[in-house]
C-alpha cells in the first residue's frame, strides 16, 4: 500500500472531476475526519486515518482491500472508475439522469439508456459528460456517460441511445469476484 | 499479271525467311565466351578497323551488339526452363567468373592479452569435450553453461570453513563471488575490444560516445558527481544547476503514513491549478445556451400567435396554453439542479402543444 505519486493523483481527479466536478474538494478535505487515497495492487482506496493505520498491520500479500475501493488503474496507467465509488459521488454529482421504471432492469443488467427510457435529465448537460444515473424514486443505480447533450435528447429519434452505461449495482452481484 | 504477282510473292516470303533465319544466327570468327550465371558474353573478335570507318560508327556499333546480343540469348535458351506463373523462365546456372571484392578485406584481429601470454609462455589450446559424466546424477551433462557438472551456486549443502563467521551467509557468498567474476570477464572482453579497436577507455567515468545528447551528458556529470569518496554528498552545485532527480532506477514513494496535512494541501494544489487550466469560456456550453435562448424565443413567439388566435376562439383554451408557457419558461429558468417536468418529455418538439 502506498499513497499516489502526483501523476496518479492527476489522472484520478481528471477522471473524478468529469462526474463531480469541483466537489473533488469535498472529499479530500472533509470536516468529519481525514480521510485519504491509498494505492494497493493497482487500486485505489478511500479510507480513513483510522482505517489506514489498522491497515497498516497486514501484509501486503494478507490485505485485500481497504475502505471503499474508488477504481483501478490499468495497465496503461489509466483511472477506471468502479462502482463502489457510487455512495460517494452520487451525493456529489454534478449531472445526472433518471430513467423510466420500465427501463431501470434494463440498464442494471449493463444495457444503454435509450431515449424511450430517458425520464429526466439535467439542462445544460454535455455531450459525453460523466453522469449519475438514478431511477425515478432518487435511488442512484450507477455511472454513465452522456452521449447526447440535453439539446440534442429532445430531437432525437426514442430509439436511440442517450446514456452509455459504465457502471451499475447490477454488477455488485454481476462481478463479485473482480470487485474486492 | 497474277502469275507475275504471285511468283513476286513466293519469292518475297521465300527472302522474308532466309531473313528471319539469318536474324537468329550470327557468323562470327572466334566463339564468345558466355557467363551465363552473369548473364555475361565475352566476344574475343577482332575489329576490322577499315570497315569501322568505311561505316557510318553508330550503325556499326549498333550491328555488333545486335548479333553478341542475339548470340548471349541463343546461349541463354539452350539452358533448361521451368514455368513461373504462366511465364517461361530460364534457370541460370553459377556463374563462373570471379568478381573482385567489393569492400577491402577485414584485418586480422590483435590477440588479447590472454593470447599474447599464452604464445610467450607456448601454452597449447587444449580441446576438451562438451559433455563430462556426472556420476552423481548417472548423466553427462555440460562442462560450462545451462545444468553444468560443478554448478558451484546450485549446492544444496555448504559447510561453513571454521575461519569463517558463523553468521555469515554462504549462499549469499557464493552468489556475489559469481557474480563478481561474470562481472570481471565482461570487463575484460569489452577492453580486449577496445584495444582492438584502438578506442581509449578512462580510467573511471563514462566513455564519451561521438554525438553526445543533453540526457547523455547530464548522466555524465551525475556519475562523474557522485564518484567521490562521500557519494558526491560534498560536491558544490553551480549557481543555476537543479538537484538531480531520478537518477536512480528505484522509485521512491511517500510514506504510507506520513503528514496528512501536508498530503490534503498537495492535494488541494493540484486541484487548484487543474481548475485554473480549464478554459473560461466553455465551447458547449456556450454554444447550448444559444441554441437554448433561441428554441425561448422561438416558443414565446409561437405561443404569442397562439395566444391571439386562442383569445379569438375562447378563453380557456388561451388558459390553457398560458399555463404550459408558463410552466415551460420555469422549466429553462430553473433548469440548473433539477430537470425540466417530465411532461415536457412527452411534449416531443418544443412549441408544439
Redesign the interface.
Known amino acids: 500500500?502506498?499513497?499516489l505519486?502526483?501523476d496518479e493523483?492527476?489522472t484520478m481527479?481528471?477522471k473524478l472531476?468529469k462526474y463531480i466536478g469541483?466537489n473533488?474538494?469535498l472529499l479530500?478535505?472533509r470536516p468529519d475526519g481525514?480521510y485519504?487515497f491509498?494505492l494497493h495492487n493497482d487500486r485505489v482506496y478511500y479510507i480513513s486515518?483510522k482505517i489506514?493505520?489498522l491497515a497498516?498491520n497486514i501484509s501486503r500479500d494478507k490485505l485485500v482491500s481497504v475502505g471503499t475501493c474508488f477504481g483501478k488503474f490499468t495497465k496503461t496507467i489509466k483511472f477506471r472508475l468502479h462502482i463502489t465509488a457510487l455512495d460517494f459521488l452520487a451525493p456529489y454529482a454534478k449531472f445526472?439522469v433518471?430513467v423510466k421504471p420500465g427501463q431501470e432492469q434494463s440498464f442494471l443488467y449493463g444495457n444503454h439508456v435509450l431515449k424511450s427510457g430517458?425520464?429526466?435529465?439535467?439542462?445544460?448537460t454535455?455531450?459525453y459528460q460523466g453522469v449519475v444515473v438514478y431511477s425515478m424514486a432518487d435511488v442512484p443505480l450507477g455511472f454513465g456517460v452522456a452521449a447526447k447533450?440535453?439539446?440534442e435528447c429532445?430531437?432525437v429519434d426514442p430509439m436511440s441511445i442517450v446514456v452509455f452505461h459504465q457502471a451499475d449495482i447490477g454488477e455488485f452481484i454481476r462481478c463479485e469476484d473482480t470487485l474486492t | 499479271m497474277a502469275a507475275c504477282s504471285i511468283e513476286g510473292l513466293l519469292a518475297k516470303a521465300e527472302q522474308d525467311e532466309a531473313e528471319k533465319l539469318k536474324s537468329i544466327t550470327v557468323q562470327k570468327e572466334l566463339d564468345l565466351e558466355f557467363d551465363i550465371g552473369n548473364l555475361v558474353a565475352y566476344d574475343k573478335n577482332r575489329i576490322d578497323i577499315r570497315l569501322f570507318r568505311e561505316q557510318k560508327k553508330e550503325d556499326f556499333l549498333r550491328s555488333l551488339a545486335r548479333d553478341n546480343t542475339q548470340l548471349l540469348v541463343n546461349e541463354i535458351w539452350k539452358h533448361p526452363t521451368e514455368r513461373v506463373e504462366e511465364v517461361i523462365v530460364v534457370k541460370l546456372p553459377e556463374p563462373t567468373t570471379a568478381l573482385p571484392r567489393e569492400k577491402p578485406p577485414p584485418k586480422p584481429r590483435p590477440p588479447t592479452k590472454w593470447e599474447e601470454f599464452a604464445k610467450l609462455k607456448g601454452i597449447q589450446k587444449k580441446k576438451k569435450t562438451n559433455l563430462v559424466w556426472d556420476d552423481v546424477a548417472k548423466e553427462w551433462k555440460r562442462r560450462w553453461g545451462y545444468k553444468r557438472v560443478n554448478d558451484g551456486t546450485k549446492e544444496w549443502l555448504i559447510e561453513v570453513p571454521e575461519t569463517a563467521d558463523p553468521n555469515e551467509d554462504q549462499f549469499a557468498k557464493r552468489n556475489k563471488a559469481k557474480k563478481e567474476k561474470v562481472a570481471k570477464n565482461e570487463l575484460h572482453r569489452l577492453r580486449n575490444i577496445a584495444r582492438a579497436q584502438k578506442i581509449k577507455v578512462p580510467g573511471v567515468g563514462l566513455t564519451p560516445t561521438a554525438q553526445q545528447s543533453k540526457t547523455d551528458l547530464a548522466r555524465a556529470v551525475n556519475v562523474a558527481k557522485s564518484s567521490t569518496a562521500s557519494a558526491g554528498k560534498f560536491q558544490e552545485r553551480l549557481p543555476k544547476e537543479k538537484a538531480p532527480r531520478n537518477t536512480g532506477k528505484k522509485r521512491k514513494f511517500q510514506p504510507v503514513i506520513g503528514n496528512f496535512s501536508n498530503e490534503k494541501q498537495r492535494q488541494l494544489d493540484l486541484l487548484k491549478v487543474m481548475d485554473s487550466k480549464k478554459p473560461r469560456l466553455d465551447v458547449n456550453k456556450a454554444v447550448n445556451k444559444q441554441m437554448r435562448e433561441d428554441d425561448r424565443e422561438e416558443s414565446a413567439a409561437k405561443f404569442k400567435k397562439g395566444g391571439k388566435k386562442g383569445r379569438k376562439g375562447g378563453n380557456f383554451s388561451g388558459k390553457g396554453k398560458g399555463g404550459g408557457g408558463k410552466g415551460k419558461g420555469k422549466g429553462r429558468a430553473g433548469g440548473k439542479g433539477q430537470g425540466p417536468p417530465s411532461g415536457k418529455k412527452g411534449a416531443g418538439k418544443p412549441g408544439k402543444r
Not at chain 1, 430517458?118 to 445544460?124: K, P
Open positions: 500500500m502506498r499513497p505519486t502526483d493523483t492527476k481527479f481528471e472531476s469541483e473533488i474538494k479530500v478535505d481525514t485519504c491509498r486515518e489506514l493505520k497498516t445526472k433518471w430517458l425520464g429526466r435529465i439535467t439542462e445544460n454535455n455531450q447533450s440535453t439539446q429532445r430531437r
